[in-house]
């Protein structure tokens, strides 16, 4: 009895043996063939009159996700946003609601200019996409001719049809209080559009990225061996030919950041330099000390716009849109009187959340 009882003692725990084995096996083997195997991938293009450079990483083993699958469907996301918002295109829809077309609008665009209006009202008017006949005016949009200094009485003949509570959508259709208002969605749309393509990669299950259209980054998740991804913000340089350089190094991740800067474009007219950036308020180049501005937050549009509404603030009045909301983060580059000399030094400010992100 003694005998049978140890054999069957032994028999048990043999079995036990082998069929904890074979779960432990089947745990590995599905551990494994459950983890993706991410492969790096990046693609380029054009893109409204600019460039376009996406980074990210997918998964080896599912098929339609290399840069090669990818780039025509993102190619064909950007032509379709060009006749959606392009100035560069006759036939998108902002050409034709600026001819006063009777169209239904897209999605986008309805949205677009809601996010627009938000962040106008948001800045108090400084950002403003009716600054379309300023920017005509000055000879900055296709076909208007060289750049030039409208008079007085010109500008506020223009500043009548100004202003961004001047249209509205009713029924998917503009509604302007002015047939010469005309919009200009420049210093929203590839912010707008970098929100768009990473949203396009999102439903293809990608995690890691950093999408890039034009300078305006969107970026998401952490590479592979647990970095985050790694932009520059340009020094400003006094010629716009110069070659650019680094002045501050940034780690991001679940962040979009913009930078708008106007030491690159300009033109200049009786000896003096004039910016391509208007003030929507007065109709006139913004002349101050703020050399560029760097904005920091979820969506890459919203950074895109704010950036362009600092500046038209100039340094003071963005330092204190900034210190009253502490949902954006900001580096802001600008000039100062080097006392007892006729030289301009660089000075630099930033939120305290954007100075954790800056890589020593």
């Known amino acids: 009895m003694s005998f049978?009882?140890?054999?069957?003692?032994?028999?048990?725990?043999?079995?036990?043996?082998?069929?904890?084995?074979?779960?432990?096996?089947?745990?590995?083997?599905?551990?494994?063939?459950?983890?993706?195997?991410?492969?790096?991938?990046?693609?380029?293009?054009?893109?409204?009159?600019?460039?376009y450079a996406i980074s990210y990483y997918a998964d080896a083993r599912k098929e339609?996700?290399?840069?090669?699958?990818l780039q025509p469907e993102i190619d064909s996301l950007l032509?379709?946003?060009?006749?959606?918002?392009?100035?560069?295109?006759?036939?998108?829809?902002?050409?034709?609601?600026?001819?006063?077309?009777?169209?239904e609008l897209s999605e986008a665009f309805c949205d677009m200019?809601?996010?627009?209006?938000?962040?106008?009202?948001?800045?108090?008017?400084?950002?403003?996409?009716?600054?379309?006949?300023?920017?005509?005016?000055?000879?900055?949009?296709?076909g208007s001719g060289p750049s030039r200094l409208p008079g007085d009485e010109e500008l506020i003949e223009i500043l009548q049809y100004v202003g961004w509570q001047k249209v509205r959508i009713e029924d998917s259709r503009l509604i302007k209080d002015h047939p010469l208002l005309r919009l200009d969605f420049n210093a929203i749309a590839q912010g707008y559009c970098s929100d768009m393509v990473s949203e396009y990669l999102e439903s293809k299950g990608i995690a890691a990225y950093l999408v890039d259209i034009g300078g305006e980054i969107r970026t998401r998740g952490l590479k592979p061996d647990?970095?985050?991804?790694?932009?520059?913000?340009?020094?400003?340089?006094?010629?716009?030919?110069?070659?650019?350089?680094?002045?501050?190094?940034?780690?991001?991740?679940?962040?979009?950041?913009?930078?708008?800067?106007n030491y690159r474009k300009y033109f200049e007219a009786g000896g003096q330099r004039y910016s391509h950036t208007i003030n929507p308020q007065t109709g006139r180049p913004v002349q101050h000390?703020?050399?560029?501005?760097?904005?920091?937050?979820k969506d890459c549009w919203e950074a895109d716009a704010l950036a362009t509404a600092c500046m038209v603030w100039g340094t003071d009045p963005s330092r204190d849109f900034l210190q009253k909301h502490p949902e954006y983060e900001a580096y802001l580059i600008?000039?100062?009187?080097?006392?007892?000399?006729?030289?301009?030094?660089?000075?630099?400010?930033?939120?305290?959340?954007?100075s954790t992100l800056i890589l020593e």
Do not use: H
């Open 4 to 51: 049978g009882k140890k054999s069957a003692l032994a028999l048990f725990f043999s079995v036990l043996a082998v069929v904890l084995l074979a779960v432990s096996l089947l745990f590995l083997q599905t551990s494994c063939t459950s983890k993706p195997r991410l492969q790096f991938q990046k693609m380029m293009g054009i893109a409204q009159g600019s460039y």
């Open 64 to 69: 339609g996700l290399s840069a090669n699958a």
């Open 79 to 103: 032509a379709a946003f060009d006749l959606c918002a392009s100035l560069w295109n006759d036939s998108s829809e902002i050409c034709r609601v600026n001819r006063n077309e009777d169209i």
């Open 113 to 142: 200019l809601a996010k627009s209006q938000q962040v106008s009202e948001l800045t108090g008017g400084v950002f403003d996409v009716t600054v379309g006949p300023l920017v005509q005016a000055y000879g900055f949009t296709p």
């Open 226 to 261: 647990g970095s985050s991804w790694v932009v520059g913000i340009e020094k400003p340089a006094q010629d716009s030919l110069a070659q650019q350089s680094i002045l501050q190094k940034l780690a991001l991740t679940d962040n979009s950041i913009v930078t708008s800067g």
């Open 289 to 297: 000390n703020l050399l560029s501005a760097t904005i920091l937050c």
């Open 334 to 354: 600008y000039t100062e009187p080097v006392p007892g000399t006729d030289s301009l030094a660089l000075r630099t400010w930033c939120t305290p959340g954007f």
